[in-house]
């Protein structure tokens, strides 16, 4: 009876053992990843940050789960969108563009949030000052009011006879103020006119093009902006149904069909953001982690839409592209 007594018991311990092996397992950690476009449009910047975990030790999947939140350019939904991921207890909140990091600080009094912007994140008070950042957040910062300066520059060169151009600006971006000031002057500096259309929507996009025809500008200039980035294949397809030379600051609106595209390689600065998102489920705080601007740029060129356009790009400009699309 002992016998047959110690093995009932050996046998009913022997069946907790998973669950207490289960209970001891360490939780998970969880990204919430917050972005104004969708998963279509950042598909490519998301290998680069895929990339940043993977060199700080985590990979999707394994050791590291993320939540998606996507606000298909309704850049209205972004403050719902980051409840949600503080709801849902998130480690730390990857949020990508000026207004999706505002909205992220909003609702995350103490989860660790690392932002990738094209503004100033002192000036938006994001962070107190770069190398300090204090707080529960930080990040990289393309200051793509650098590149907008570049790009207006890339127009004149491609278009030395235009007077007039046109600026197409999200007026609900934090930066607009700072984009169109710097514009005007970079504009006056270059002998150019420039006449600012605002646009936040679909809806906005098309009445802009309307205006921009209306009033025989020469060429476009599009902000830096994410949802402006939203609506790419949009932007594309007016640009060239009215036959107006444009220019934006990611790839993806040039491989969509639009003309050239110059700015920050959004999947290296996504990389970044991976790698200080690692480092901070590791332990490290936001605030010890400096704001990082990123350097790295890329220029491209669709020929196929200069054709379409009757345009020739001199060989000066197309010896500096970094892809020409052919």
């Known amino acids: 009876m002992r016998r047959r007594k110690f093995i009932t018991l050996l046998g009913g311990a022997a069946a907790t053992w998973p669950l207490v092996a289960w209970a ?6 969880v990204i919430g990843f917050l972005n104004a476009t969708s998963s279509e449009a950042f598909a490519r910047a998301l290998t680069g940050f895929r990339q940043g975990l993977k060199e700080a030790g985590y990979v999707e999947g394994q050791n590291v789960a993320i939540e998606y939140r996507w606000a298909e350019g309704q850049d209205d939904r972004l403050s719902e969108l980051a409840a949600d991921l503080v709801r849902h207890q998130v480690s730390v909140i990857v949020a990508n563009g000026d207004r999706t990091a505002l909205a992220a600080k909003a609702a995350a009094n103490s989860i660790p949030i690392v932002f990738e912007i094209g503004g100033d994140p002192v000036k ?43 600026a197409l600006v999200n007026p609900r971006n934090p930066n607009a103020e700072a984009q169109s000031s710097d514009l005007k002057v970079a504009a006056a ?89 690692g480092r901070i489920l590791k332990g490290e705080k936001p605030a010890d982690l400096p704001v990082q601007q990123s350097t790295k740029v890329e220029f491209v060129i669709n020929l196929k839409t200069a054709k379409r356009l009757g345009l020739t790009f001199p060989i000066t400009l197309l010896g500096r592209a970094d892809e020409v699309i052919e």
């Open 24 to 29: 001891q397992q360490p939780r998970i950690p």
């Open 124 to 166: 938006s008070g994001l962070v107190s000052s770069l190398n300090r950042p204090g707080g529960n957040i930080t990040g990289v910062s393309g200051l793509t009011f650098v590149t907008d300066l570049k790009r207006l520059e890339l127009l004149r060169e491609l278009l030395p006879s235009a007077t007039t151009i046109a």
């Open 189 to 277: 500096s270059l002998g150019l006119q420039i006449t600012f259309l605002a646009a936040s929507d679909e809806s906005g996009i098309d009445a802009a093009f309307v205006a921009l025809t209306r009033q025989r500008l020469a060429a476009l200039l599009v902000a830096s902006d994410v949802v402006l980035f939203s609506r790419r294949d949009q932007i594309a397809v007016l640009a060239n149904y009215h036959s107006i030379p444009a220019i934006s600051g990611r790839r993806e609106v040039a491989v969509a069909g639009g003309l050239m595209s110059y700015g920050t390689d959004l999947t290296d600065a996504l990389r970044v953001v991976g790698v200080y998102a």
